[in-house]
């Protein structure tokens, strides 16, 4: 499975925002590497002010000594589980996404191996958990939420695992590394079966020449 992934973002073609200007963001998804592969989450601290409590990958904005976005994706995950940058193994970067306060989020995939003596900041993390890649690639969501974004529909898959809700942002960035990287056959742009939760629709608050290349899938 890992290598199918290493191979198939090697060839993948990520959906770039650089034309949009906005504050950057990066995160990290963290593939555990066990005999069946798992994905590391993070949950964050109750007593933040926003998004708390909510599923996360680890990541955040980025700082004036970044070299990069992948460097801030790597220095926030150290300092939000103390993951170690030089044991996450690259394997490339997926589409940048527009979060709901209007910060342009590009989602890197980097493979770590198992057990490693990770600790949440608890001024920021209160929970660190793996989910199995298999339960993804069975497509065991609970629902879908229909996100209207400048007027496309976004079905976003919705788990809920031993009482974490996986949702939102996070479940958009899943999809692609299932669809783009292990072939899965899902896409946030096609109804799929199943019960359906709508929110109301909103705007990107982007200029029109901005919102189409955030709305519609890459190619």
Do not use: C
């Not at 290598?3 to 990290?28: F, G, I, N, S």
């Not at 990770?118 to 065991?140: R, T």
């Not at 939102?168 to 799929?192: F, K, N, W």
Request: aromatic content about 6%.
């Amino acid at each position: 499975m890992l290598e199918t992934l290493r191979k198939q973002l090697q060839q993948h073609t990520p959906q770039r925002l650089d034309h949009v200007t906005l504050p950057e963001a990066a995160v990290l998804l963290p593939i555990v590497e066990r005999p069946a592969p798992t994905l590391l989450f993070t949950r964050r601290a109750s007593h933040l002010t926003t998004h708390s409590g909510q599923v996360a990958f680890p990541g955040g904005k980025r700082e004036a000594g970044d070299t990069d976005l992948y460097a801030t994706a790597l220095r926030e995950a150290e300092e939000e589980i103390a993951l170690a940058p030089a044991l996450v193994q690259p394997l490339g970067r997926l589409s940048d996404v527009i979060s709901l306060h209007g910060i342009r989020v590009t989602p890197w995939v980097g493979i770590i191996p198992p057990d490693l003596p990770l600790v949440a900041d608890p001024s920021e993390i209160d929970a660190i958990f793996e989910v199995p890649l298999s339960h993804f690639l069975a497509d065991k969501r609970n629902h879908t939420d229909v996100i209207t974004v400048d007027g496309v529909a976004h079905y976003v898959p919705s788990y809920n695992i031993d009482g974490h809700v996986i949702w939102g942002l996070s479940a958009m960035m899943l999809v692609e590394l299932l669809a783009s990287g292990l072939g899965m056959p899902i896409d946030l742009y096609q109804r799929p079966p199943g019960a359906l939760r709508y929110f109301p629709e909103r705007s990107s608050r982007l200029p029109k020449s901005a919102r189409a290349p955030i709305t519609r899938p890459p190619k």
